[in-house]
């Protein structure tokens, strides 16, 4: 397995950046689990952009086997939290299987102590890899309760100075209200931090937001299942919805 920094491709906008997906977006029509053929279509994507050169970070949820909020009342809040969080170490060491057979060298860190499966989160040894042409899979959020796998993008995206987070969902940006329900919602092409914030929008939750406005990470919400999406967005090509300064 091929291990070297990468040339980067002089059309690249965006060097580093954090990839946020969630759970379901490697979930079948159930929407639980892991679906192979979308998890090999995630791995194919992320697989052409590194072919570009960037440095790429991964964050993603446990929504496809567990979320937090599914405990309800009925079971204590931080528990089910960390229960959410090792189920984005599945998801994770999904991934990083798949990539591997790209022949792309991979590394699990997680927020928790986990090291029989997966290093402990370092920043030094996160850049580190990055460096050397590894994709790094940030695992188990922030590692604390009451924070969503959001905050934990936006996160690791302000300590490992990306210059990008790109928010990859599905639906193909910000709408002023559930495009799903509401067939007149209108799609924002550009907004500010501070309007995502006032106007409520669900882009991702306001801790995130805030943490990426104060260090000025800017945000690109687009739809994983249109193809070439990430490749587009670290082109820093027209997409989804941008949200910054």
């Known amino acids: ?107 699990v860190q997680t927020a928790l102590t986990i090291t029989k499966v997966a290093e402990p989160y370092i920043l030094r040894k996160a850049v580190r890899h990055f460096e050397k042409g590894r994709i790094v899979i940030f695992a188990c959020g922030t590692g604390n309760p009451y924070f969503s796998t959001d905050t934990g993008a936006a996160l690791r995206s302000c300590e490992i100075g990306a210059d990008a987070l790109l928010l990859a969902k599905n639906v193909d940006g910000v709408y002023d209200s559930d495009p799903k329900v509401n067939k007149n919602a209108k799609k924002f092409d550009k907004l500010s931090y501070m309007q995502v914030i006032s106007l409520g929008l669900k882009a991702m939750d306001t801790t995130a937001i805030t943490m990426c406005m104060d260090n000025n990470v800017p945000i690109i919400a687009f739809s994983l299942m249109e193809p070439d999406s990430i490749k587009n967005a670290v082109l820093g090509k027209p997409i989804g919805t941008y949200i910054g300064k």
């Not at 060097?15 to 929407?31: D, N, Q, T």
């Not at 192979?36 to 964050?59: F, H, P, Q, T, W």
């Not at 170490?89 to 022949?103: F, G």
């Open 1 to 107: 397995m091929a291990e070297s920094a990468q040339v980067l491709h002089e059309d690249v906008k965006y060097k580093r950046v954090i990839i946020k997906l969630s759970g379901e977006a490697l979930a079948g029509e159930s929407g639980m689990g892991i679906d192979m053929n979308k998890l090999d279509y995630v791995c194919s994507e992320i697989a052409d952009i590194r072919k570009l050169g960037v440095e790429i970070g991964i964050v993603i949820g446990g929504g496809n086997f567990w979320r937090g909020r599914q405990a309800d009342e009925k079971m204590n809040r931080s528990t089910a939290d960390h229960m959410g969080m090792l189920a984005t170490v599945m998801n994770a060491l999904a991934i990083q299987d798949r990539l591997e057979q790209h022949d792309i060298p991979v590394r």
